[in-house]
């Protein structure tokens, strides 16, 4: 690590820190246990206590430590996720705040599916959320009644799904209230320009609609949110629905092709069907926006309606992150003519970037400070990009991956709370006004709102700790990201030397100038022309850097992960440079075979924060490099070994 100041911030790659983390483990385990002594003092201890001496439960003990000694041995063989010898995929070490919350929180286990069996950490969870909606650029201020909302989900995937759910209620909101005709409402035309009414004024109809019930009689009130209920997508099914409204199609979603595969799983668990998840093209492995907007516009020609354009911040496979400035410009250029849809931020990975742009105050930095930071980073369109982002309509964003937290926290986030009583399961209550003005009450009740009944209290504070001890802005959390990007940085220089090393024996390129932590590579031995044996050559270096089950991990020096590149993604041009710079025949690159439609890359998450350890003078990424250097030309000889014989 380059900054001192991170040394607290982690367990560490050799377990540094092992006697703060102990120190808290058992100040927080006896802290509990006095807590429980404290209930109710009056009741003596159950358990007795000469019940050690009994023979079952000591012989029960034996058990326990042989299961516990077994698992412990077995979790030896787990990916080394906190050395800097791990470059493979989104993981790394834990922050310790949050690893010391979730291990103190975890024997109250709290249930954040509401205010009853959580009263501490359901408002930990929804503090959380507003943490991150801030970081975001949304509206965190809870008195507002614009502020955002958030919540944790388990992971990336299930925010994707949350998106695609309120986006379908919104969307459907508008035809449902035209249908139930309550008398003085101000309602779109037809079911057309109800069901293509822009994200806000669809907001908007849901909140004049609960101020005109507020008008009513208790009986009448009933009455129409009956009659409104019958009406909905949610009650009706798809096939209702649109038996009841002809006129309208399913709506589609738009994503990049690089878009994570959660938003398949999301389409075919609405029902919608992956059918009706349309690909748009990319350039250079970004959203191609000309394409998006010929694309929209063939749609509506169509007629058919778009549910949500799903831009991506950070691409799971290379990082790379797509013009949200210029995709909202889009839905708001089209919004203005009639032809409304919704844009949700995929940042499972790049969302806690936005740390870096962010400061105390809340405020965005300038373009010019951040560049005197970083020697690339970063790039305008990803400072526009993520300057843009409190302009979509909801967000996803993982702190199980970038925010450096335990497994089972992703979140979703949106723009406006006003949208949130259309996912309520009891709709009853919320519609008929029950839910007071106060932000925190109406969301305790968590459980009615998201996919997830019983969840994780513990995982919830473990979030807002860490949050809490790290600010999400560029002087805090920010040091930890700058350090991934520092890293990214100082890799992609190496690649240079490494190149000039192996000039003449191999050819080396960066596909595509990452933008942010991910670095991807692509290595050919000179004198191959041909995709197919690239790929071959690549596939089994990645042998000598994946995971092995059935292997002791010390036997492998470093991790990394592989990933491919298609035409699609890169786009024509790019291709053809990247071919070039291989010296590969294009003619070689075959769209319909299986394994030469494609190339084959190396890909490196530079997420873990021990990468250069100024400490011992040591660089890992020097090490790594040295590594796949002598990987590289015994895979070659192997091969030629092999042929021979
Ligand atoms: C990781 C990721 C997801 C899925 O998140 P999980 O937490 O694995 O469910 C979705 N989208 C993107 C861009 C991701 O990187």
Not at 38 to 54: C, G, Y
Not at 239 to 260: D, E, K, M, S
Request: glycine share 6%; charged share 20%.
């Amino acid at each position: 690590m380059s900054n001192p100041s991170l040394y607290p911030c982690f367990l560490g790659p050799y377990g540094e820190n092992d006697v703060l983390l102990e120190k808290l483990a058992v100040e927080f385990l006896r802290d509990h246990v006095y807590w429980r002594r404290n209930f109710h003092p009056e009741d003596p201890p159950v358990i007795p206590t000469t019940a050690t001496q009994r023979a079952d439960y000591q012989a029960f003990e034996a058990r326990m430590r042989r299961e516990l000694h077994r698992l412990s041995a077995a979790l030896k063989r787990s990916v080394p996720f906190h050395s800097p010898r791990y470059l493979g995929h989104m993981a790394s070490d834990l922050a310790l705040p949050g690893l010391a919350a979730q291990m103190l929180a975890l024997p109250y286990n709290p249930n954040n599916v509401s205010d009853d069996a959580a009263p501490v950490t359901i408002d930990l969870e929804i503090k959380a959320g507003l943490q991150l909606a801030r970081m975001l650029g949304f509206n965190d201020d809870p008195h507002h009644p614009g502020c955002a909302f958030g919540h944790l989900t388990s992971g990336g995937t299930v925010a994707n799904y949350q998106a695609l759910r309120l986006a379908l209620a919104l969307k459907a909101f508008p035809v449902a209230l035209c249908a139930a005709a309550p008398p003085g409402l101000t309602l779109p035309d037809d079911d057309w320009a109800a069901f293509t009414l822009p994200t806000q004024d669809c907001i908007e109809l849901v909140g004049q609609w609960q101020h005109w019930l507020s008008g009513l009689t208790p009986s009448a009130r009933h009455d129409w949110v009956r009659r409104l209920q019958s009406e909905r997508i949610e009650e009706l099914g798809l096939v209702a629905f649109f038996a009841r409204h002809p006129t309208l199609t399913p709506p589609v979603v738009l994503a990049p092709v690089t878009a994570h595969y959660s938003w398949s799983k999301g389409l075919k668990l609405l029902g919608l069907g992956r059918a009706q998840l349309l690909a748009v093209p990319e350039r250079g492995m970004r959203m191609d926006t000309d394409a998006l907007d010929d694309l929209v516009n063939r749609l509506r020609a169509e007629r058919r309606p778009v549910l949500l354009t799903v831009a991506v911040l950070g691409t799971t496979e290379f990082g790379t992150i797509d013009p949200v400035h210029r995709i909202l410009a889009c839905r708001d250029q089209h919004a203005a003519t009639g032809f409304g849809f919704g844009v949700h931020v995929d940042a499972a990975w790049g969302g806690y970037l936005a740390t870096l742009f962010r400061t105390p105050e809340g405020t965005l930095r300038a373009f010019s400070d951040m560049r005197q930071e970083f020697s690339a980073f970063p790039s305008r369109d990803s400072y526009d990009a993520i300057a843009a982002l409190g302009g979509s309509d909801s967000i996803t964003v993982d702190p199980h991956k970038l925010g450096y937290l335990p497994y089972g926290a992703g979140a979703f986030i949106c723009r406006d709370q006003r949208a949130m009583p259309l996912l309520v399961e009891d709709a009853d209550y919320v519609f008929a006004g029950g839910t007071g003005n106060d932000y925190f009450a109406r969301f305790r009740k968590l459980g009615r709102y998201i996919l997830e009944g019983s969840k994780s209290g513990a995982a919830a504070a473990a979030v807002y700790v860490t949050h809490s001890v790290l600010p999400l802005d560029y002087t805090q959390f920010g040091r930890i990201t700058a350090e991934t990007i520092h890293s990214a940085e100082a890799f992609a220089q190496r690649i240079e030397r490494f190149a000039a090393q192996l000039a003449g024996r191999f050819h080396v390129c960066v596909p595509f100038a990452p933008d942010s932590n991910l670095v991807c590579l692509a290595i050919n031995p000179a004198g191959n022309r041909d995709v197919r044996t690239m790929n071959a050559f690549l596939t089994r270096l990645y042998e000598t850097l994946r995971c092995d089950p059935d292997k002791a991990v010390q036997a492998r020096e470093f991790y990394g992960s592989v990933t491919t590149l298609r035409p699609e993604a890169l786009g024509a041009t790019d291709m053809q440079r990247v071919l070039a710079a291989l010296d590969l025949d294009p003619a070689t690159l075959l769209p319909d075979h299986d394994g030469a439609d494609r190339l084959v890359i190396l890909r490196h998450t530079l997420m873990n924060p021990f990468l250069q350890d100024s400490e011992n003078g040591l660089s890992y990424i020097d090490h790594y490099f040295d590594y796949l250097a002598r990987q590289i030309v015994s895979v070659v000889d192997q091969r030629s070994a092999g042929m021979a014989a």
